[in-house]
């Protein structure tokens, strides 16, 4: 998609983070915004600021893991909007714990998020936005996580992986079909977010923190974690990471890497499995 002046941008996970960084890149292309995101009051800090630009925004207060929020997003937008041109599947969360340790609502809820949040989004809007036949973007958010497997996070690289090959078949799917919907998956490395302290986003509804105990993390644990919030501490900005997003919506590239440098893991990873040897520990 080329000209972007006047389209409708839909991004959720966009009160904060690398969602935020793609609408302000995208208000500055002229689209004109949804913002959609589960935290009601940051969301409504974002369109205020926006509205100040004088940017067309609206903010739409969903949670992606509720099927009927995301198709209550979708209505909303169609009928006030018509259609969508740039559909940014970006809202995700973390927990830090191997697999053994992670509780079903662990499962439940970072499987919600960052998989289903994306699947319901797919549902909701590309039926419309194929039947209008205009040009158009899916940008769903995955992270180097969906391209390798870093230790402690069993949920969140299952999330991820699942979120690459679903874009990979879309993207097959989309194309087989001559639709004018492309397909990016964003695979960022370490960017620097509040995405290490997502259980601020945990609400006690649906399949968030019942109450029930967790188990105490161990030394390894802590260690990894400990790692985990540095690099994201020290990672790139998200106006990098949007700017990025940008230049492959207009170059129509799929994969959207953000760290040149990390490249080489995804490389020992395909390695690793052509050779049959086990898999390589990855540097954070
Ligand atoms: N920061 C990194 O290093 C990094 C690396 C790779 C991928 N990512 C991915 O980038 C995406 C954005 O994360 P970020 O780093 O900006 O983190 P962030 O925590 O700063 O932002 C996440 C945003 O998503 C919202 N959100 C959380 N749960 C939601 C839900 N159920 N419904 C709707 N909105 C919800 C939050 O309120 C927040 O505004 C995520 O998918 C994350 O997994 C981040």
């Known amino acids: 998609m080329k000209n972007l002046q006047g389209k409708v941008a839909v991004i959720t996970g966009a009160a904060e983070g ?3 960084g793609i609408a302000t890149r995208a208000a500055a292309e002229g689209m004109r ?3 959609a995101d589960i935290n009601a009051a940051k969301l409504e ?5 926006f509205k100040a630009d004088g940017v067309e925004v609206i903010g739409v207060p969903t949670d992606v893991a509720r099927e009927e929020q995301v198709n209550a997003l979708a209505e909303q937008v169609f009928a006030q909007f018509g259609n969508v041109h740039l559909l940014v599947n970006n809202a995700g969360v973390a927990v830090a714990r191997p697999a053994w340790e992670a509780t079903q ?3 439940d ?5 960052n998989f289903y949040g994306v699947t319901h989004a797919l549902r909701a809007f590309v039926p419309t936005m194929l039947k209008h036949g205009e040009e158009g973007h899916i940008v769903n958010t995955a992270s180097m996580a969906g391209l390798t497997s870093q230790p402690s996070l069993a949920t969140y690289n299952a ?5 690459v090959t679903v874009s990979e078949g879309l993207h097959h799917d989309l194309a087989l079909r001559q639709s004018r919907i492309n397909v990016s998956v964003l695979c960022p490395g370490w960017v620097k977010t509040g995405v290490a302290h997502s259980e ?3 609400v006690a509804a649906a399949a968030g923190n019942d109450g029930a105990e967790t188990p105490a993390v161990d030394a390894v644990t802590l260690k990894v974690g400990m790692a985990i919030m540095q690099a994201v501490q020290n990672g790139i900005p998200v106006a990098q990471v949007a700017a990025a997003v940008f230049d492959a919506i207009v170059a129509e590239r799929f994969y959207i890497l953000t760290h040149p440098e990390m490249k080489q893991a995804i490389q020992i990873r395909m390695e690793d499995i052509l050779q049959q040897r086990a898999p390589t520990l990855l540097k954070i």
């Open 18 to 20: 690398i969602g935020k």
């Open 33 to 35: 915004l949804v913002l």
């Open 45 to 49: 800090l974002a369109v205020a600021e």
């Open 105 to 107: 609502q662990d499962w």
């Open 109 to 113: 809820w970072v499987m919600g998020v």
């Open 159 to 163: 999330s991820k992986h699942a979120v």
């Open 200 to 202: 601020r986003n945990r």
